[in-house]
């Protein structure tokens, strides 16, 4: 009876000892796992927020697109090819009409946006601000102003007014 409750007794700490090395080895898989999954977490979770952002309107794009767009622009200063084809290629790969800036600036946004729309203006500059006015939100509109502010005082200050040239005189260090 002794040899028999030692047996037992020995099976039993064997059982107990396997049932500690299994969580062991799982604590240890899990944790040497936990990389991959922080990493599927975050894939997951920008693939979402692709998915939001091409649910979003045309208009509603994120600021860091424009800012993207400004940065490469030394791109569309790239030379033009020598003949255009009109065999079904799209505009973006064709490249700009011209060498103007409008045109390189429309084929930049174009190839960031290739559904925006742009008006065509061929009134005076008063009537061409009226209807752009009427075609665009009030928020673009006020944006749209505060940029024609900006502008303008970056042309005063380039081009200071002749008649009024004053004397600064130099601080002394």
């Known amino acids: ?39 599927l977490t975050k894939t997951s979770q920008a693939l979402q927020l692709q998915a939001l952002q091409k649910k979003m309107p045309s208009n509603a794009k994120p600021v860091s697109k424009m800012r993207m767009a400004m940065v490469n622009m030394p791109l569309a200063m790239r030379d033009l090819p020598l003949s255009h084809s009109s065999d079904g290629m799209p505009a973006n790969i064709m490249g700009p009409v011209s060498n103007k800036t409008e045109d390189q600036v429309k084929h930049l946004l174009l190839q960031a946006d290739p559904q925006k729309m742009f008006p065509e203006l061929k009134e005076n500059l008063m009537d061409n601000l009226k209807r752009l006015k009427k075609s665009m939100t009030d928020a673009d509109w006020k944006s749209f102003e505060s940029w024609m502010h900006k502008w303008l005082l970056f042309e005063l200050a380039k081009n200071p007014q002749k008649n009024e040239k004053k004397v600064i005189p130099a601080e002394k260090g």
């Open 1 to 39: 009876s002794s040899f028999g409750r030692k047996a037992a007794l020995s099976a039993l700490s064997i059982l107990v000892a396997l049932l500690i090395v299994g969580q062991a080895v799982t604590v240890y898989f899990v944790y040497q796992q936990s990389g991959q999954i922080n990493k």
